[in-house]
């Protein structure tokens, strides 16, 4: 980052410093000019190691205290989101929040009204939207290339027979595989196909010994199309990840988008990326095997900053973060599918014709 662009950044507080903090968004935000990391609310003093030598606190209100943070990404366990955005908005700070929102539809419109009142940007880390599978998926739905589609898949399996001692497996709200993986496979649902008609949901609890669930399978209906959302910790021959069926031919890929597992290697998001297996078979009975480009790991930090700057629309609408937060509880609750808050999201193929 050059001085000029580190005297203009936006001030970044991370509350937070496990996995998503000092992985999955810190190197993102730190390759981008438009922001530097001045404070971290976190326990671990190596923290304060990063490159902008970030102050490291004790707590979040130390952290609002700081004037130099105008935007706070919160990054705590699922269920302590809103309590932490509420207080960064309160405090008149811009708030990112990872996914999922909350773990309530009650905590997601209290944010979102509070947003509106303090008139600050507030915006969730769906960041799957810019997966390369994902937006190939959009071109290849946009394009006609699949025809009417009849059944989406999207799959994301691991391997993990014994359940770690971490909050995602304890008891606890918004823990659990479905809290975890659920909001990207939704969220990415929604935006090809649009709000469902109507969902069935199988959520279950595997591993012996484990207290949160570690499998779901959720299937969104679209009149007579079906979408397959799911998820699984036991499955050491992973399925493929997303996949496309319609009257034209099916397309699949075979791996998730790379960005993740380089992050987690200690590799810089601003590396160049491997593309992704994927194949596709057409109903004239070609069969060809190609590779995705990788997706963009900065979209959404980059939209972001533009948001807090020039006030337009922020990379994700909290709304439809809301929305998916409601699917979600439906699904795990077993209540039946409600109506969306906001706009429903139209239809990849009908918003191209």
């Known amino acids: ?30 390759v981008i000019d438009d922001y530097r990391i001045v404070a971290v609310a976190s326990s671990r003093a190596e923290a304060g190691e990063r490159r ?4 490291v606190v004790a707590d979040i209100d130390a952290l609002l205290a700081i004037k130099a943070v105008e935007l706070v990404v919160v990054v705590t366990p699922n269920d302590l989101h809103a309590t932490h955005a509420e207080a960064a908005l309160r405090a008149g ?22 947003a509106r009142e303090t008139g600050r940007v507030l915006s969730v880390y769906h960041n799957r939207r810019w997966d390369g599978d994902y937006l190939a998926a959009r071109t290849l739905l946009a394009d006609g290339m699949i025809g009417t589609p009849a059944l989406y898949e999207a799959r994301w399996d691991r391997f993990r027979p014994e359940a770690a001692s971490v909050w995602r497996n304890a008891p606890r709200a918004g823990a659990g595989l479905l809290w975890d993986l659920g909001p990207h496979l939704v969220d990415q649902a929604i935006g090809l ?18 207290q949160a669930d570690d499998y779901f399978e959720l299937t969104l209906h679209y009149g007579a199309g079906r979408a397959i959302l799911s998820a699984s910790t036991l499955v050491a021959a992973t399925r493929p990840h997303m996949a496309l069926h319609g009257t034209a031919g099916s397309w ?9 597992a380089a992050l987690r ?40 900053a533009a948001a807090i700057r020039s006030g337009s629309a922020p990379p994700v609408d909290p709304i439809e973060a809301r929305d998916v937060v409601a699917l ?26």
Do not use: N
């Open 93 to 114: 700070k811009h708030v990112v929040v990872d996914k999922p929102m909350a773990p309530t539809v009650a905590d997601c419109d209290r944010l979102i009204d509070l």
């Open 265 to 304: 290697a200690g590799r810089s998001p601003a590396e160049p990326l491997p593309g992704i297996p994927a194949f596709r078979a057409t109903r004239d009975g070609e069969r060809l095997s190609h590779a995705v480009p990788a997706g963009d790991p900065f979209a959404f930090y980059r939209q972001l």
């Open 252 to 260: 699949r890929t075979e791996a998730l988008d790379p960005l993740e």
């Open 328 to 353: 979600i509880e439906a699904a795990q609750s077993g209540t039946p599918l409600p109506e969306p808050r906001g706009p429903r999201r139209l239809p990849v193929v009908c918003q191209h014709g």
């Open 193 to 210: 196909f649009g709000w469902p008609d109507a969902m069935t949901a199988d959520v279950a609890t595997q591993r012996l010994g484990a």
């Open 1 to 30: 980052m050059t001085a000029s662009a580190d005297a203009g950044a936006i001030g970044v507080g991370l509350v937070g410093y496990g996995l998503a903090g000092a992985v999955l968004h810190a190197p993102v935000i730190e």
């Open 52 to 55: 902008d030598r970030p102050q």
